[in-house]
Each structure stands twice: as C-alpha cells, then as structure tokens.
C-alpha cells in the first residue's frame, strides 16, 4: 500500500529524534527506477517554507530518485541558515544512495520558525536508508504525521500498473493547495511532462477544494514520481482519471481528519456562470465561520450561507439563490423556503447545496465544523 | 449621552414583543430639526436585508425625520413580504410622527429568514413615540442589543456643538462594514453632503477596520443625522475628526464586546508600499483563525502570521518582513528573531506589528482572539 504499492519504490519511516516524543518523524521514499521521472505542486504562499524553495527547484529537471519527508519542524522562515539545513539533507540522501542531490526533494511539516536538529536528522536518513523495503509504505505514512490522528494511503489500480500514496495533513488545511505533504507514486511508464499534466489536473479539482479552516500552508507539497516498473504506458485519460482517484482518497482522508471537526461539510454549488464562480462561492461559503459553528451546533442556519455568497464576485441576483441542506431547500429565491425543521443534521456528512441559477458550472469544496476542540488543539499546541 | 447627547433629537426604547424574552426590542430616534439632513452607510454585501434596500433609497434624498431600529430579527432573506413590512413600519412611523414615509430609515437586526412579526412591531411604534425623550438616548441603545453584553454609546464635543451616537454588534463583525446598527446624531448645522463626506471618512478608518470574525452582514447601518439645533456650523476638518472619534470610540466598544473573546488584537501594518497593502495585510491576519487559536492560548505564534501574509498581493520580499508581538520583534528578515519567551501575553489587550518593508504606509486592524465560547455562542444560539 501506501507509496510502495507501485513496482520500483523502496520507502522506510523511522524515530531520528526530531519530535522530542520519539514518535517516527522521518520517512524516505526511494525511486528504483528503470524511469525516475516526476512532477510536483507546491503552496501558492508567498512564504515559501526552505524545502519548499529547494523541491521547487529539483523538480524543474523533472527527475526525482528519492523524496525525504520530516515531521516535527516545517523549516519555514528560518533563513540562509533553513536553507542550508534543506541543501545538507538533500545532500545527505545522494551520498547514502548514491545519486545526486538535485534528483532528491525534501518536504518538512510541522512548527514554523524553527531550526530542524540537524545532529539528529543526518543520522536519521542513515537509520532510513537502512530500513528501505519493498514494504515500506506504511511505515513512511506513519512518519509524516503531526496532530494527524491516522495515517493516510491511497491506492487505484490500472490494467497492469498501480497509483499509490500517502498523505499528511490536519490543521492549516486550505486550497493553493491544502497544506500537507503528498507523495504519489506509480510504475506506469509515463515522462515528466505526462505526469505534470495529470498531477494538475488532479490537485485542482481534489486538494485544491479542501478548506478546512482557510490557512494556507508555507510548506505544502504534492509529489508524483514514476518509476516505470510496470512497462505498461497506460492512455492519458485513463492514468489523469487514478490519479485523480488517489488524490480525491487522500483529501477525503485529510478532510475526516481535520483537527478538532464533528461534522465534514460538502459545500455544491451548483448553476453557477462558470467554475471559477462556483469555487469562489464555495471557498467563502467553506470559511465562514458562523456558518461552521452552526453547523457543530446542528443548526441548519442558511441565513449564514446567504450572507458569505454575499460576500462574493460571482454572477447572481439575490431574490433567485436556493440553497438546500442535506436535501431540504430550506432557501428558496432568496428568501424562505422549506421548513428548516425539516432538516436532518444527526450524521457527520452535512451537504450544503447553493444554487446560484446562473448558469451550468459546478464545483464541489469540503470543510468541516468549527468546534471547541479546534480551539483547543490550536491554543494549546504550537504547531 | 447616546443619540440625544446632541441638541434637537429624541429617542426611545421600549419591550414591542418582537423578542421572545421580553426585552427592549425597538428603538426610535427622531430628529425634531430645525435642520434635517442625513447620511448613511450600509453593507457590501450583495445579500441586503430589506431594511438596507429601503433606507438606502430613503438616503438618497439626504433627508432623515426619524430612525426605528428593532432587534429580534433582521428581515433579511424574507422577499417581497419582507420589503413590504419594512415599508409597512416606515409608514407606521410617518403617520405617528406627522412626517413623510420617504423620510424614515428602517434598520432591523437579529436571525436572518425570520419574517418579523408585525402585530407586535407596529403597535411597538406608537409605544415608542409616546416615549420619546431628550433623555431617550440610553434606553434606545439598550433596545437595540443582540448578543452584545453591554450597550454603547459615545460622544464628542465641539465648540458649542455635539456629535454622539450608539451601536450594536458583537458577532458577524467584518469589514464593508462590521457588522452592526450605528446611529449617530450632532447638532451642528451642516449639509447632507457633508455629512455623507465626513461619515465616509470616518468610517474608512474605523468600522471598516473591525474585523472580529470575517463574516460580513447582511444589514450593516451607520446614519448620521443633523438637526442643526445648536445654529454652529463647525469647519470640516473640526467636524469630520468629531464623527471620527465617536466612530472609533464606538468601533472600539464592538470590538471589546465581541462575542467569546478574551483577547482584542490590535494588527498594525507598517512600512507596507502602500494603504491597500496594509489594509490587505492587515485584514489576512486579522482572519486567520490559526493566529486567533494561538493568541487564546497566549501563545506569540509568529509563523501564523507570516504564513497570513504570505497568502497576500501585497508589495513584499519574504526575507525581509519583521513581526513584532508586544513590543518583542519575534520574526526579523523573515526568520527567527528576538526569544518568543520574552513576549507577556497576560493582558487583554495583544499588539502584533507587521513590517512589510516596503513602503511607508499604515494601517491598523482589529480583530479577536477565536475562542471556545465563540464556538459555544455562535453552535448553541441561531443568530
């Protein structure tokens, strides 16, 4: 499973010290090849987190023969001395497998502003490097993890190849993209340029509509490494669609895991005048926090989903929005509809429908609840 | 003090029933004259309550008798039947009074998709004029409370004149404008154009700055009315600086009875290129619900706020920002600065500095701390 579910890749997921808890915090993922091509996107921030600066950069070459991930210190704002600390460990990884630094990325998560140990975390890569295996999947997972409560994986299987991955993620969850740390893999038999296409596609529609509380990430990272261990070199569409498949799993995961959340809310917004309203109506919809706490309270409060649609640039006239929760059109053309009575919030999944009447575009964005718990979580940790 | 501080007004607040539990729920403030200009500002939210509509037709004509404001509903999302009451509490309004219907303000506040009940609100009317008092000025602020705790008011003098006022709001605070019901009053003898010049500028700087939690209403109000009583016509520097403090005053007092919070956030932008930039800034951090978790837990999580920047157009080099928290400039050149440790975040009052570097602009946000009983108060009760 995980990242070792597609032939070529060796991955491993270790304790190097970094989290002073001594939980895993260090996974590397090794591609064996024959084909060591790969695509990455990255956080729309501006405050780009060092490995984040340095991934960049790897992944013009569109080649990546191992990805090394760290929990317990996203290396973000910490300077010419942070990027150093990128530099060495990327270095550190081509000496141990005997490739070269600029075809390794590095992914770091967890507390901004803070330099990683780096008398622990070389040594780590060492203890890493010695644990590769064919199995390893899993245990790479488990290292990537934060305030995550589960490790994530995904899988989709093609006629002869496999889309594997993992996924970390759980609070500073927003699109551009939604902050985590990705790594895909697969032994389909596709280039660079293939695997770039696809991975856009992907991240637009899944992980880029995930706002769990609208805080966008110095450090996200989604990364797609081909091994081409298959020999199989499956059709576009058909490769887009499991990679999609994967990435969609993954944000699903992500969204059930969200610090703190009850319920996970699916904002559709439908009969908009084009996508790009859809997903601007979604978004504001998704960050509305009175509308979140509503929704922890079972209270089918659409006058809130009004009010952020409001808020927005997208094409509508007020009197013709509807808006329907989990199946009861409690808006109609902008004013009273069913009976809010009527709605039934008891379970985790709410939908939320807002139909603009605009036109024929869709999107789909998930969030969750605002809950005392993510008050909690987030006051009483820094992360 | 309040809307009757100024000469040539009366004011009421009185229980009409609209509130279930039997508390002051309307309120009147009548501009006896000699002069009766007006202006006003309202929300920009594309989802206006009806009472926004017709008043914001009414002001058009830069004339204002009267203003009723009820709490117990805002009358927002109720259609054609909503309009029409608010034109039916209007009329009510102008027949008691002797004046005309189109001189009338309406402003309503409370649950939105609520149709107002009108056999408790109109005879609510002939209960509030028969109060009328120059001393009405409290009671009509007392009537107009949600959520709010406490009821505000404000005053400035001048030189043989006065600008007072009075507000509501405690949640659904955020700019264009925060949400709230301001009624402010002076009996300086100026013109409707100045009024609607020195009520713009005053609230630029001001109401448009408060942002508790980013949710945007559907029936922000902010009338100003001149009767002209006390025969002084101020300069308009004088004049605007007076309606300036009391909107700051009052903008203040919103700020510090926010619904939930323990901490009020004062976010100051500087260096930034240019008065947008720092408002933008300033905005993104004053919603980034991450910071606001961390300042509950006086924690000075520095990373949160470079991370809200970062998700900004404004002009500015990452390695180049500076963040100071209670005076201790925790982030320099984008990186670690002075010890965290030292920063004391016990008191109420939390003073974040952003320097973009880039310019020699400002500007001041402020904003809450997102807390628990925010939680509580916004999931246990449909506002």
Redesign the interface.
């Known amino acids: 499973m995980s990242v070792t579910a597609a032939k070529g890749f060796t991955a491993a997921g270790v304790a190097a010290g970094i989290k002073e808890n001594g939980n895993p915090d260090l996974a590397l993922v090794v591609n064996e090849g024959p084909r060591r091509a790969a695509a990455g996107v990255f956080t729309s ?4 987190a060092a490995p984040v600066l340095w991934s960049e950069q790897v992944l013009k070459g569109g080649v990546l023969s191992a990805v090394v991930l760290n929990s317990g210190g ?1 290396n ?4 010419p ?2 990027f150093q600390d990128t530099h060495a460990t990327a270095e550190k990884v081509a000496e141990v497998l005997g490739r070269d630094a600029a075809e390794v990325a590095v992914a770091s998560t967890g ?5 990683l140990p780096m008398d622990k975390l070389l040594p780590g890569v060492d203890k890493a490097a010695a644990a590769l295996s064919e199995h390893g999947g899993e245990k790479a997972a488990i290292a990537i993890k934060t305030t995550d409560t589960v490790h994530k994986t995904a899988v989709a299987q093609g006629d002869g190849w496999t889309v594997g991955g993992m996924a970390k993620g759980a ?2 969850l927003a699109p ?1 993209l939604a902050t985590m740390l990705v790594v895909l893999t697969t032994d389909a038999d596709v280039d660079a340029d293939t695997l770039d296409r696809a991975l856009r596609a992907a991240t637009k529609v899944t992980f880029d509509r995930v706002d769990s ?6 450090n996200d990272t989604v990364l797609l490494l081909a091994s081409g261990a298959s020999q199989v070199t499956p059709g576009y569409a058909e490769f887009a669609e499991a990679v999609r498949a994967v990435c969609d799993d993954l944000g699903q995961q992500l969204i059930r895991d969200a610090e703190g959340a009850g319920k996970d809310i699916r904002i559709e917004v439908v009969n908009a005048a084009g996508e790009d309203d859809a997903v601007e109506v979604g978004r504001s919809i998704a ?4 509308l979140k ?5 079972e ?1 089918p ?4 989903v ?7 640039s997208a094409a ?1 006239e ?2 013709e ?1 509807n808006v329907a929760i989990n199946g009861v059109w ?2 109609k ?4 509809g069913e009976d809010r009575d009527l709605v039934d919030m008891r379970y985790r999944e709410v939908h939320i429908v807002a139909d603009l009447a605009a036109g024929d575009a869709t999107a789909t964005i998930w969030t969750n609840d ?3 718990d ?7 940790y ?2």
Not at 76 to 79: E, H, K, L, M, R
Not at 287 to 290: D, H, P, S, T
Not at 306 to 312: C, R
Not at 333 to 336: E, R
Request: net charge positive.
């Open positions: 921030n501006r405050v780009k996203a973000a704002c910490t300077g001395r942070g507390l901004i502003g803070v330099l609070g500073m551009g509380d609208g805080c966008m990430s110095t960050r509305n926090n009175l706490c509503a929704i922890h309270g209270d409060n659409w006058g809130r009004l009010s952020a649609i409001g808020t927005t509508f007020p009197d929005l409690v808006c053309n902008g004013s009273v605002l809950t005392a993510y008050v909690h979580e987030n006051s009483a820094s992360s």
